[in-house]
């Protein structure tokens, strides 16, 4: 007999399909009726990328030609609004590649260099400023995350304190993937928790799901200058993001798929992150945390994490 958690389950996984089909039935219809308007205008619509995006098929469905229009479509656009040329790639996933991430904390001074070459490098706004990592200053023989300060000012490190940096943990069990109703976020076979930016409907479900607070919301169009904007951009990583969208930490996969760092690694003056490899036994990051005391956050999550933090 189906305990009362399998009920409740099997409900949620329905209402998802349910929902899911909804939308695919709405978008074909919709569609139709557009291509019938379409052929009685004489002028063109200036909506029509905003309107292509909408109807666009979701990422995992899409042919290598679809993405190479998609592609041309979102560096056009963002010529004509931003008078920048950007280029859009889609690196795919390495084999036998499961990224992770260790962050020692007892070399982080807090400087957040992090935060900020993160936001550089993935074009988040910056008004209103969103960025993907928080730095959180706490006080020395206390690991209460929740009695924190994240918005501290002065000079770091401050006598008595250490330092934790948060973003997304790419998460083995994410809660947020079980979350999104249409299934526009999901985790690749390297790990890393991406968003499809165009079937997101920002319900903000993925939000309340995650424990580690690492996912944000654009309320309003992001402001960035154009001579901020980073050309080298992935279509699931750090491309401009449109209103109405959650977005997050991808740890720079359109830098780490080619054998780079993320960028907050690079920024990092004390050598206070780690990066790799879990499944290369050789790899820094596997060693420590083979060798070193480790732990995560929020454990009692259940989520199991690909990030973590370590003493020396």
Request: contains cysteine.
């Amino acid at each position: 007999m189906a305990s009362e958690t399998d009920k409740v389950d099997d409900s949620l996984v329905s209402g998802v399909e349910d929902i899911q089909q909804t939308r695919r039935r709405f978008l074909t219809v919709l569609g139709a009726a557009t291509a019938v308007a379409a052929e009685t205008s004489c002028t063109p619509s200036a909506a029509v990328p905003t309107w292509e995006e909408f109807v666009q098929k979701h990422y995992t469905e899409l042919t290598p030609e679809d993405k190479r229009r998609i592609f041309q479509r979102i560096e056009a656009e963002t010529m004509r609004t931003h008078g920048v040329e950007v280029h859009v790639r889609d690196p795919h996933a390495l084999r036998g590649v499961e990224f992770g991430y260790a962050l020692n904390l007892s070399v982080c001074v807090g400087c957040r260099r992090c935060e900020y070459a993160c936001a550089a490098e993935n074009n988040t706004s910056r008004d209103p400023q969103i960025h993907y990592i928080r730095v959180m200053q706490m006080e020395k023989g206390s690991l209460d995350v929740d009695q924190s300060v994240i918005g501290y000012e002065g000079p770091v490190p401050k006598a008595g304190h250490f330092y934790g940096p948060v973003q997304c943990h790419q998460c083995r069990r994410p809660p947020c993937v079980r979350a999104c109703p249409v299934g526009a976020t999901w985790s690749e076979p390297d790990g890393v928790v991406v968003v499809d930016y165009n079937w997101c409907i920002g319900c903000r479900y993925c939000i309340v799901a995650c424990p580690y607070f690492a996912r944000r919301f654009n309320f309003t169009e992001g402001s960035i200058r154009p001579s901020e904007i980073n050309p080298d951009q992935g279509y699931l990583s750090n491309r401009l993001r449109p209103r109405g969208v959650v977005e997050k930490c991808t740890f720079c996969l359109h830098r780490t798929r080619r054998g780079q760092y993320p960028a907050c690694v690079e920024a990092c003056p004390t050598g206070a992150r780690k990066f790799g490899n879990l499944r290369d036994p050789q790899s820094e990051v596997r060693q420590i945390i083979e060798t070193k005391r480790v732990f995560i956050l929020h454990e009692e999550a259940g989520t199991h994490p690909r990030f973590f933090y370590y003493f020396m």
